[in-house]
Every structure is written in C-alpha cells, then in structure tokens.
C-alpha cells in the first residue's frame, strides 16, 4: 500500500470508531437519513482509499433507506445495520494496516485505553463479532485464554485480568445440556466467572444469554439481553448503552 494511502486510512480509521461509537451511543438522538449519509460517505472515501475489490465481501456498505422526514430519528434496525456493518469494516481496517510498512499513527492519549473482560464458553462467531465491537468502541477486550498464564492456577488468573478490567461481560452460550430439557445452560467456567465478577467489578456487568439457554438457578443475574451465534446487533447497542452508563464511553 501506498505510504501516503496508508497515512490517509488511518485518519480515516480513527474518524469511523468516533463515528460507530457514537451511532451505537445515541441512536434514536441522531437523524435517521443523515446520520446514513454521513456513513455512506465515509464509506466510499475508505473504498476509494483503500482499492480492495474485497471490502465489499467482508464488510458490505448498508443498504439503502429513506425515512420519512430529514430530522426523523435513527430508527433501532438502521442503527444496528450501521453499528454492524462499521464494526466489520473497521477489523478489516486494522487487519489491512496491519499488513503495510508501519505508518504515522494518532498521538498517545494521556488516559490508558479501558479494557473489558469477556467471559465466555466455546469458541464461536459470537465471541469473534463481540471482541470486533469492543475494539471498534476503542476499548480493549480482555479474553482470558488469549492472555500469559504465568505458572498461576486458573482461578489467579482470572482474577488477575478481571480486577483492573473497566466492565466485564459475560457472554453465555448454551454449550451445556440440561437433564429433561430442551434448553441448555453455559459451561461451569462462565457460572463461575459470573460470581467473581459480581464480587470484584459489583453492578458492571453486561449479560448476554444465547436463544434457549438459561442460567442456573444458582446465579441471579440482573437484566440480560438475547442473542443467537449469527446475530448481535440489540446486544451491541444494549453493550454500547450500558457501558455508557458505567462511565466507560
């Protein structure tokens, strides 16, 4: 790539995660035919940068809209189509960056960048889509597997890289039967991690549970939203809006 195309596509990048973050932070607030101009035309300046004949095949533009009035507000299923679709085309983004010579990136900020904690069972798209969106949001996801054991017992070290985490979510899929019945509860892992949780970061969790699993009657958690392995888009903006709440955004 082109060092100065490289220069560019990193503002570029930089100006689409204030764009994302916002749309995921204040939705029904901001213009719902502008608000999909705007991102459009983003859109097109990074295509038009970036020359990939496969940018549309990993990470398609938003389809097209027309409400009914130019200061209608952003309605829930366009803001998660722009919230969807700006998640994917910033990991493709970085992913090409990270393939060119090393360019000129934004000034360090005085602030550490907060990280989240994700609890999670087996590996799956929706944990891929998850850690993608808190990178988007500018935060660093934290996965334990991901992180150095250094010779710590299992329980050490999820405590190790829970504690300085900012907020932890807990992503719950059904990866366990339930004798006589049809649904399915996470892995003992996530229960677990569930209680530690609640003792080290108190009220700021994020639950998200998978279409027919349940948590066991042991845990309590407090308000969680659904989600299935292919689709997150409400549990992205319940994240986006909680996380707000906790100070976080």
């Known amino acids: 790539m082109d060092p100065g195309n490289a220069r560019a596509l990193v503002t570029q990048l930089i100006a689409l995660r204030t764009f994302v973050r916002n749309v995921a932070q204040l939705g ?3 213009p719902d035919n502008r608000t999909a101009e705007e991102y459009r035309r983003m859109y097109k300046h990074i295509s038009e940068t970036l020359a990939d004949a496969n940018l549309s095949i990993y990470a398609p533009n938003i389809s097209y809209w027309l409400s009914g009035g130019p200061d209608r507000g952003l309605w829930p299923a366009h803001q998660a189509e722009i919230v969807n679709s700006g998640t994917r085309l910033i990991s493709y983004l970085e992913a ?9 990136s934004a000034p360090a900020t005085v602030e550490p960048t907060p990280h989240v904690f994700i609890s999670h069972g087996r590996p799956s ?62 892995r003992q892992n996530v229960i677990h991690e ?56």
């Not at 050490?156 to 006589?180: F, H």
Request: overall charge negative; glycine content about 6%; proline content about 5%.
């Open 28 to 30: 029904r607030s901001l």
């Open 96 to 104: 090409s960056l990270e393939a060119t010579q090393p360019v000129e």
């Open 125 to 186: 798209l929706a944990l891929d889509r998850l850690k993608d969106f808190i990178r988007a949001l500018g935060l660093v996801p934290v996965v334990v597997a991901e992180q150095a054991s250094q010779g710590m017992s299992l329980d050490s070290k999820v405590v190790t890289y829970l504690k300085p985490c900012a907020a932890a979510i807990i992503l719950a899929t059904g990866d366990d039967s339930i004798e006589g019945s049809v649904k399915s509860q996470p």
């Open 194 to 249: 569930v209680g530690l949780a609640q003792q080290l970061l108190a009220d700021r969790l994020i639950y998200l549970l998978e279409e027919d699993t349940e948590f066991p009657s042991n845990i309590a958690p407090k308000v969680y939203e659904r989600f299935t392995d292919g689709n997150l888009t409400l549990a992205f903006i319940a994240i986006a809006r909680d996380l707000r709440a906790f100070g976080v955004l």
